[in-house]
């Protein structure tokens, strides 16, 4: 399977923790996003990586969230301090944008639910 | 800011019969458009995109029509059947993506 992979696939963690998730996205993709999705709303912007360089962030984003991309392949988002409205599905996608605009691939995304 | 909206949270059609899904925006820049499909427990899966230069894109049962001056956006399936039934989202990109809230769409049998 070459789709996008994201690990874990839930993670239940209790107030005050960090948690980190990560993505791997297809191999030949340059770009990678993090989305944020709760019930009943499409999925938010947070950021997105074109290889290793972040290139937007959404305000959403707050100083607690960190994404990286080192290598210009796989990602990491971190959220430290986790709060209990940081519940919720995060989604990672990628996309080449090499000849113009393509659609985004989405990975089954990570639930984490924070106690 | 919502920059794409769905108004419509569900839509329950017969199978056989057409199924409408509409979707407004209001940033000018957005040049590509995408309707995406979502079961539970699944990332959503793309299903059809517009580039702006056209009015309509046809594959198969799904069409996508846009509509540039009154920034709107639809898609058709005709016809519907049960297995179309999933939450279907509305996307728009000028340079990142953004979403609507999403239209659960029900196929009776």
């Known amino acids: 399977d070459t789709g996008v992979s994201q690990n874990p696939r839930h993670k239940i963690t209790k107030r005050g923790q960090n948690v980190t998730f990560r993505c791997d996205p297809i191999?030949?993709?340059?770009?990678l996003y993090w989305y944020r999705q709760t019930l009943g709303q499409g999925p938010e912007f947070l950021t997105y990586?074109?290889?290793?360089?972040?290139?937007?962030k959404s305000r959403l984003l707050s100083d607690r969230f960190s994404a990286e991309r080192p290598k210009g392949s796989f990602s990491t988002l971190e959220i430290q301090r986790t709060e209990q409205g940081d519940s919720a599905m995060y989604l990672c996608?990628?996309?080449?944008?090499?000849?113009?605009?393509?659609?985004?691939?989405f990975g089954n995304g990570t639930r984490l639910t924070v106690t | 800011d919502q920059q794409v909206k769905q108004n419509s949270p569900s839509l329950s059609v017969q199978e056989g019969r057409i199924s409408i899904l509409n979707c407004d925006y209001t940033n000018s820049m957005f040049d590509y458009f995408l309707w995406y499909k979502k079961y539970p427990a699944e990332g959503p899966t793309f299903l059809i995109s517009i580039s702006s230069i056209k009015d309509k894109n046809e594959d198969g049962r799904f069409t996508v029509f846009l509509n540039k001056s009154a920034k709107h956006l639809s898609l058709h399936i005709v016809p519907s059947q049960p297995g179309d039934s999933a939450v279907y989202f509305c996307a728009a990109s000028a340079d990142d993506m953004r979403f609507g809230a999403g239209t659960r769409l029900t196929v009776k049998p």
């Open positions: 191999s030949e993709h340059n770009r």
């Open positions: 996608a990628s996309s080449s944008v090499i000849g113009g605009n393509s659609p985004l691939h």
């Open positions: 990586f074109q290889n290793e360089a972040q290139l937007e």
